[in-house]
């Protein structure tokens, strides 16, 4: 079965289906509502065949439906019929979900996503659990996101922002007790080094989790039972 993953963000939605290599982008925006999505995916994939679509949706998502219209993007995405409008099945996930699942490689992992707000899931021997640690309180009456989000890094300014994500994930990889940490978004370039029991994730994984979304049961057990390899701190850059 050939898979189309709809990958949707503030900027673009990226776009790969089974069996190629080379993703493809349609622009986003606060004026993109469900109806003009469908639209400019349908035309930027129109010479790809598939047979299913996962999307991953940047807000909550409940029983595979958006729940909430999102803040960076227009309107109408609640009641949109996606099946209807992409002519197949549809899967849809918080878009933090679908970069978790595709990071998973066993055992128990936390995913934090650090880009322009705070995107988290938990995925428990094969098993997705969106998060929203985002809006919890953290200190001086600020969540996380303030913190950890872009209007944290612009208010901190990097140096202070890099010892905050140092000091809040390991309590965060405590608190759920997890093999493994992975931070993904985009501005994990920013930091230096990784919390210890963390490693760096890729907007690639993005796409593995589509895919995953719409592969056998067996399949996703099968990887729950693998040992998580061992995760080493290392450096990450020097912005």
């Excluded at 790809?48 to 439906?65: L, M, T």
């Excluded at 094969?126 to 950890?148: N, S």
């Amino acid at each position: 079965m050939k898979i189309l993953v709809v990958d949707v963000g503030g900027n673009n939605i990226k776009l790969l289906v089974s069996g190629q290599t080379a993703p493809r982008k349609v622009p986003s925006g606060p004026t993109l509502t469900a109806a003009r999505m469908a639209a400019s995916v349908r035309k930027a994939v129109a010479d790809w065949k598939y047979d299913a679509v996962a999307i991953g949706f940047p807000g909550p998502v409940s029983d595979g439906h958006p729940a909430q219209e999102p803040v960076n993007l227009g309107r109408g995405w609640v009641r949109f019929d996606y099946a209807r409008a992409f002519g197949r099945p549809v899967r849809i996930v918080n878009d933090a979900v679908m970069q978790a699942l595709g990071s998973y490689r066993g055992g128990r992992m936390l995913f934090l996503g650090l880009g322009t707000g705070f995107g988290a899931a938990l995925v428990v021997e094969g098993h997705v659990q969106p998060l929203e640690i985002a809006h919890l309180p953290y200190r001086d009456g600020k969540t996380y996101e303030d913190f950890l989000g872009k209007r944290g890094l612009d208010r901190m300014g990097k140096k202070s922002w890099r010892r905050l994500v140092g000091e809040i994930v390991p309590r965060l990889q405590a608190a759920f007790q997890v093999d493994e940490v992975v931070l993904g978004g985009g501005n994990v370039k920013l930091l230096k080094t990784l919390p210890p029991g963390s490693r760096l994730g890729s907007n690639a994984h993005a796409f593995v989790g589509g895919l995953r979304l719409w592969e056998p049961a067996g399949a996703r057990r099968r990887r729950a039972a693998l040992k998580v390899p061992a995760t080493r701190a290392r450096r990450v850059g020097t912005a």
